[in-house]
């Protein structure tokens, strides 16, 4: 059963930094491309960033400079470091694969960015 725990969100103020986390179990983490995606209220899913079974990682282009992502592969872990944080950024985070197709999303984890 795949199960996708998303931590780390909270209320930053603008130009702040968050770090997230996501535990992932029930997958061969290793096998596939992750990604971090979000959902602001009222707006579709989107995704962030994602990051290669190697290692090789791409931005949208409205976090680009300001977002990295990364992985471990022996900790079954998928991390999201947020610097320089804006308004916009608040939304719901989740994690999962690139295209999403495990059938299942975590509960994720709000960032909202506000003063």
């Known amino acids: 059963q795949v199960q996708l725990v998303e931590s780390g969100g909270g209320l930053v103020q603008p130009g702040g930094s968050l770090r997230l986390s996501c535990a992932v179990s029930g997958i061969i983490f290793s096998f596939h491309e992750m990604g971090w995606y979000r959902q602001a209220p009222r707006k579709q899913r989107e995704l962030v960033a994602r990051i290669s079974s190697f290692g090789y990682t791409n931005y949208a282009d409205f976090v680009k400079g300001r977002f990295t992502i990364s992985r471990d592969n022996n900790e079954n872990t998928l991390t999201l470091q947020m610097n320089s944080l804006r308004p916009e950024d608040t939304a719901v985070y989740y994690c999962?694969?690139?295209?999403?197709?495990?059938?299942?999303w975590g509960q994720g984890t709000l960032v909202t960015v506000s003063a």
């Open positions: 999962n694969n690139v295209p999403s197709s495990l059938g299942a």
